[in-house]
């Protein structure tokens, strides 16, 4: 792969920032709260430069993160973000936020990456180089914590908009503050994200109490499937296309479901098998301890963090995928598979 991967951030970003006017921010589909957090932090760092932004995302922010100040920028239309790049192309620059793989970028990938030279701001430890040139910490607890030490090496004073995307990237990406990746500079920065005038108590509330009644009924059924396995080791639930009709929830619903079979105080590796669509099938998986997820996500072309890593499948069922997934784990750990409870 060629351009370069640096700790630290690199000259030719902060040079990237000063030399152009426009800029197109880009992240990963299906975007969390670090993805969108990072992405809107920098909208906001940006034009406190005097520059201007345009935040591309392949389809419209969930209702989940509507509550993000700049959700309402976000834009799909491809057409308008091509004009936008398009009249002042040599001052312009693209910049991927929290997207550990290039195909993470969505089905426009190909046409995202022929504007111009991309620069990428990443955490993920199976990050994938693409672009031209990489700043991609894995140690930093999210994406969003990347975004302020930016601001601060360009000298930026940190808006309430800005605080509050980052404090939700932040928050999001270390499940409030609990995960491994929680350091000492992660909570030094959202004490500076509290003096810039963050409501940590309001922010928490717009993220976890924002649920509606449809979510809860396809949260009894997912919690139905529950199933352990190795002595209540491994934790595994699924959700199925008749579940969203029969609860009448959406995609975005399933958000934060997997938190539930890992909370239990036995398990080592929670699995959470998802087929939204028919016949399109995708796996999240959270580990505690040893267990190192983002090394059996790259097993199956995915990727993620030590904690937490995803992967999907276009040609199996799902109890393929159930089979296939739980062996590897089972390998992993060195437990037998059998099933203790569901
Ligand atoms: P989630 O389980 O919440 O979808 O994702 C957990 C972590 O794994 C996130 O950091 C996410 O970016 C990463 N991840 C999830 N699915 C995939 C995938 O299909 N490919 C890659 N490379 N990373 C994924
Ligand atoms: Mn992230």
Redesign the pocket.
């Known amino acids: 792969m060629r351009g370069i991967t640096v700790t630290g951030i690199p000259e030719a970003i902060t040079k990237c920032i000063s030399d152009n006017q426009r800029f197109v921010l880009l992240t990963?589909i299906h975007p969390?709260g670090d993805a969108l957090g990072s992405m809107f932090g920098l909208a906001d760092v940006l034009e406190s430069l005097g520059k201007e932004v345009f935040c591309f995302v392949e389809e419209p922010v969930s209702q989940l993160y509507a509550f993000l100040p700049g959700a309402s920028r976000a834009s799909c239309d491809l057409d308008a973000l091509h004009d936008f790049a398009r009249q002042v192309q040599d001052k312009t620059a693209v910049i991927a936020l929290d997207s550990?793989?290039d195909n993470?970028l969505g089905k426009y990938k190909d046409e995202l990456l022929a504007i111009t030279s991309l620069m990428v701001i990443d955490h993920?430890k199976?990050h994938k180089e693409y672009g031209v040139c990489r700043w991609v910490e894995p140690s930093r607890s999210s994406t969003g914590e990347m975004v302020y030490e930016l601001a601060m090496a360009l000298g930026v004073e940190i808006s309430y908009s800005c605080a509050f995307h980052l404090y939700v990237a932040i928050c999001t990406d270390t499940g409030s503050f609990r995960f491994d990746s929680t350091h000492p500079r992660t909570f030094e920065i959202a004490a500076k994200l509290l003096e810039a005038g963050v409501n940590p108590a309001e922010i928490s509330c717009k993220i976890y109490d924002n649920y509606s009644v449809v979510r809860l009924k396809l949260l009894q059924l997912v919690l139905a499937t529950l199933t352990l396995y190795a002595a209540d080791q491994i934790a595994c639930i699924h959700v199925t296309p008749d579940m969203f009709v029969a609860s009448g929830a959406a995609a975005q619903d399933i958000e934060g479901f997997?938190d539930y079979p890992r909370s239990l105080q036995t398990v080592k590796v929670a699995v959470f098998i998802k087929e939204v669509q028919p016949g399109n099938i995708?796996v999240?998986l959270r580990a505690k301890g040893e267990c190192d997820v983002a090394e059996i996500?790259k097993m199956f072309n995915?990727?993620?963090?030590r904690n937490?890593?995803?992967?999907?499948f276009a040609d199996k069922n799902l109890a393929e995928v159930r089979t296939e997934v739980l062996s590897v784990l089972s390998q992993d750990l060195g437990v037998q598979l059998d099933k203790t409870v569901g």
């Open positions: 990963h969390d550990g793989d993470r993920h199976s997997i995708s999240s996500a995915g990727g993620g963090h937490a890593a995803g992967f999907r």
